[in-house]
């Protein structure tokens, strides 16, 4: 039968038969898939159904091996990140272990885990080595894994008595699922034969359909299938699957399950030493390392000065130098003393090698700014000990500063055995360290108190030294460098003996040796010994303010003009001369000098600076932030915590002594509220006054605002009770004299308060009341509002006779007070005028010109105007006398004006000039002729009949 698609292209009558028994022959199509396959993975795929406890266990494996390799290469940011993956993982397992218990691997992993951390922390060195990531994760790591393991404290101990009974990996349980795993192949293996019987059905179909298709041959290439799965195809049902077609069938159970066998470990044999080659090598594992250590001489070598010398320039060329082992260099330094004291080399050279084992010692950080080692400062004690151990048994050896090294005498006794070098130096260098060290630990941990506990051996060093250079004669530089170094130990330590009564001696040994600094002559030093005499000067008046000696610290202070050449001083000497005026105001505030101790306190703290300016810390800048090198340079200037004078107490002790003064000053000067003593205290008022609410006083400030608001009103209980309430006064020394002198100064401001509040109300009053309302004994009444009149601050006058205070009602009204405000401006103009002529000020070239001065219009506190004032033409000579003497006629033409108001108020309010009253006349009051508010011309007299 030939095929219709080979028909020639021209036979028409094959083609209208062709075309005849397509129309009647119906086209074979392949039949539609009733049921889709369920399983459609491939062969080489095939799906495992595993359980939630080898779920769960395997992603713990998973953890366990992360952090295992990141052990490996130390990469600590990776060990906590597979830390916190193990963590999140156990905690979704909490069913699973509960039902299964805690596996053996992971109790291995997290023990494991924290020996590594604390190997890595206490290993400084190394630690040193991290990048910032690095140990910032070494940080959080070490406490989460000590909180993590408290949990397992029982199985961890339990784990490192016997450690081989816990694996490293949690080994599965192939027996649980071996049932689920054969039932997932069958399933597989029968939906592979379903697919494959069905595709073979379509293609019997195409071939009945009368297509030439495929050969058989083609078909069984492609479709070569086993003798399992045809035979498989003769139980396929024809329509689809049913579900006995996926029911267990009985000859299943008889097939061999295969077994899988575990893989043993590897051991790995000692290796056997059976030849003659391995004689006399040794097995070393690979973890440890053999380390070559170079000797320090060759073999052979003989080992005298010069070749010890030669060694110590060696050593002393790698300093400094970029990865070089410092810690190494220290060890080669000791074993070269050792190596001298065995040699018999002799004590200048022993004490050279000692000499230069400090200096290494001291190199041991690679950087300036950064701290010693705890360890490496105590074995830098131990070698210092050392050093002045030998020299003060053998006091024939010399070290001398700026020596050099061919001029160095360590063999011939016949000369002075001298040295290179100075233990001065190494002296100071050693303090400057011990500084440096308590600066970076915490003050509030107890590694700062054991190591502020080495002062005393610092101390004991410098003592030591001092009596060395004494015997030794050395400079007068030397002398004062190392009597400050002692100085600078003392100044800011309290002497409780001495305030208990006792015999103490601080006092005498400042004043021993500071005088000493004092006594050497300028033609001896050289210019450090100035800034030397400046800081012992400063300590001295420090130690004595510390002590409450105000008028020794003060005098002190004033003679020495300190205050005149500071500016040109050094940081540190500048910190210095802060801390002691601090200590110098607050000495005054606890002898009750309320006026010096605000003067003296008021540059520190109205600069809102006091933490940068006392060296203690550094305070957050809103406007201009400091950058980083900035910042870093300050830190380095920070003195150590316990050293520090208390901010807070600072601040209240100033606050306090603002509020007793500028509390009557404000109720005395009601219409001039530009004069304000104390910025800061009007600034907590004010901040004060926006709060909405008003509760019981909490904090430092809002204790001291009650309290001047209490003592505005004259009520000197409530401002003495809020005031002394808060805990922050049993700081202060002497606690209980500072609060009764408080109380009172609180009476007597308040007396003064009352006084300018509510004279006006008063014609007369007794003294007898205001004792009582205040608490006051006459005398003190009597003694307060005399100096007030003398000091023209209240206008009123004493009646003998009858024992009462006589009230002037002279206040002064607002215009008054203008006027009076304007002539003083208009004097202080003049003065300033007379100061530019007297000094030969020319306001032109050639003097001719005219000139002008334009005040600006707030100089008189009123008025929208200015005030011009010209200079005649050609103010040379005398004719510059002419222009004064104008400038005086104005200015009195001006005071005459304030004093016509002057005289008017006195008409008006009847003052009691030649006014008698009873059996004796008043002729006090106002001097009217005197100008009544001239303070130098005021006089009030009484005279009694």
Not at 67 to 90: P, Q, W
Not at 866 to 886: T, W
Request: glycine share 4%; charged share 30%.
């Amino acid at each position: 039968m030939s095929s219709r698609f080979f028909a020639q292209a021209g036979d028409s009558s094959d083609e209208s038969s062709s075309s005849e028994s397509e129309a009647e022959m119906p086209v074979a199509r392949a039949p539609v898939r009733q049921y889709a396959s369920i399983l459609e993975e491939s062969d080489d795929e095939k799906r495992v159904v595993r359980s939630s406890k080898d779920k769960r266990f395997s992603e713990i494996n998973e953890a366990i091996k992360a952090i295992r390799n990141a052990k490996k290469i130390k990469d600590i940011s990776k060990v906590f990140e597979g830390f916190n993956s193990l963590c999140s993982t156990y905690t979704k397992s909490q069913n699973v272990i509960a039902k299964n218990g805690t596996p053996k691997a992971f109790i291995r992993c997290v023990a494991d885990l924290e020996t590594f951390v604390l190997a890595v922390w206490e290993d400084k060195e190394q630690r040193s080595k991290l990048n910032k990531i690095n140990s910032k994760a070494l940080g959080a790591l070490k406490q989460n894994v000590r909180k993590f393991n408290k949990a397992f404290e029982t199985d961890i101990e339990e784990y490192r008595k016997n450690p081989d009974n816990y694996e490293e990996v949690i080994e599965e349980d192939e027996s649980d699922n071996d049932d689920d795993l054969e039932t997932a192949k069958d399933s597989a293996k029968q939906a592979k034969k379903s697919r494959t019987s069905s595709s073979r059905a379509f293609d019997e179909d195409d071939d009945e359909a009368g297509g030439d298709g495929m050969s058989d041959d083609d078909s069984d290439d492609m479709w070569n299938e086993s003798d399992d799965s045809s035979s498989s195809d003769d139980e396929m049902p024809a329509i689809g699957y049913t579900a006995a077609y996926f029911l267990k069938k009985k000859d299943d159970d008889k097939k061999e399950r295969p077994e899988r066998k575990k893989k043993a470990p590897k051991q790995q044999q000692p290796r056997t030493s059976t030849s003659k080659e391995d004689e006399g090598w040794t097995t070393v594992s690979g973890v440890e390392k053999v380390a070559k250590e170079k000797p320090l001489f060759e073999e052979g070598t003989e080992i005298t000065v010069d070749v010890v010398n030669q060694k110590i320039a060696e050593l002393s060329s790698i300093r400094g130098r970029r990865g070089a082992n410092r810690k190494k260099n220290i060890e080669t330094f000791e074993l070269l003393t050792e190596t001298c004291y065995k040699e018999n080399l002799g004590i200048p050279v022993v004490a050279k090698c000692l000499y230069y084992t400090c200096l290494a010692i001291f190199d041991y950080n690679p950087s300036m700014s950064a701290c010693m080692v705890v360890d490496i400062w105590v074995q830098l004690l131990v070698t210092l000990d050392k050093l002045l151990t030998l020299l003060e048994g053998h006091r024939e050896v010399h070290f001398v500063e700026g020596l050099p090294d061919e001029e160095e005498n360590l063999e011939n006794p016949e000369k002075p055995l001298t040295v290179a070098g100075s233990i001065l130096v190494i002296m100071e260098r050693a303090d400057d360290e011990f500084t440096k060290l308590l600066r970076n630990l915490d003050p509030h941990g107890t590694e700062y108190v054991q190591r502020l506990s080495d002062e005393a051996k610092l101390c004991v060093v410098i003592l030591r030294i001092k009596a060395e250079l004494a015997t030794r004669k050395a400079s007068n530089n030397e002398m004062c460098r190392i009597y400050l170094r002692e100085i600078e130990h003392l100044y800011y330590k309290v002497d409780y003996s001495a305030e208990k009564g006792g015999t103490g001696n601080s006092k005498a040994k400042m004043d021993e040796l500071c005088k000493f600094i004092y006594r050497i002559e300028s033609s001896d030093h050289s210019g450090d010994l100035d800034r030397i005499r400046t800081r012992a000067m400063l300590c001295h008046i420090y130690h004595h303010a510390l002590h409450n000696r105000w008028s020794e610290a003060r005098d002190l202070m004033l003679m020495s003009h300190l205050q005149h050449g500071i500016s040109h001083a050094d940081i540190p000497t500048k910190i210095l001369h802060n801390r002691t005026m601090v200590q110098l105001g607050l000495c005054a505030f606890r002898n009750g000098y309320i006026q010096h101790a605000h003067t003296t306190l008021n540059e520190i703290q109205s600069s809102q600076k006091s933490k940068e300016l006392l060296a203690q810390g550094l305070s957050t800048q809103r406007m201009s932030e400091r950058n980083l090198e900035q910042e870093k340079i300050e830190k380095q200037r920070q003195i150590p915590f316990h050293m520090h004078i208390n901010l807070e107490l600072l601040e209240y002790s100033y606050l306090t002594c603002a509020m007793l003064l500028e509390v009557p000053h404000m109720a005395a000067h009601q219409f001039e509220q530009r004069r304000k003593l104390s910025r800061t205290f009007h600034q907590q008022l004010r901040n004060a006054e926006k709060n909405p609410l008003i509760g019981p006083p909490d904090s430092m400030r809002e204790h001291l605002v009650a309290s001047a608001k209490a003592m505005m009103k004259a009520d000197w209980k409530t401002c003495a009770d809020t005031l002394l309430a808060h805990k922050i006064w049993n700081l202060m020394p002497n606690a209980e004299d500072v609060k009764a002198m408080l109380k009172q100064k609180i009476k007597e401001e308040s007396l003064r308060t009352y006084m300018f509040t509510y004279s006006a109300c008063y014609d007369s009053i007794s003294p007898m009341v205001l004792s009582r309302m205040f608490d006051l004994s006459n005398k003190q009444i009597h003694a307060l509002i005399s100096k007030m009149i003398l000091n023209d601050e209240l206008k009123a006058s004493w009646d003998k006779p009858t024992d009462l205070l006589i009230l002037h009602r002279a206040e002064s009204s607002k215009l008054q007070s203008l006027a009076k405000q304007t002539a003083d401006k208009l004097t202080h103009v003049m003065d300033n005028t007379e100061k530019m002529l007297g000094q030969g000020t020319t306001f032109t070239s050639r003097g001719n010109a005219a000139a002008s001065l334009t005040w600006p219009n707030n100089i008189f506190g009123a008025g929208n105007g200015s005030l011009q004032m010209g200079f005649p033409i050609g103010m040379s000579g005398d004719s510059s006398r002419g222009g004064h003497r104008n400038y005086q006629d104005r200015s009195r033409n001006y005071q005459d004006r304030s004093r016509n108001y002057q005289d008017r108020s006195n008409a008006g309010n009847a003052g009691y000039n030649g006014r008698s009253r009873g059996g004796y006349n008043n002729a006090g009051g106002y001097n009217n002729n005197s100008g009544g508010y001239n303070n130098n011309n005021t006089q009030y007299t009484s005279r009694v009949y």
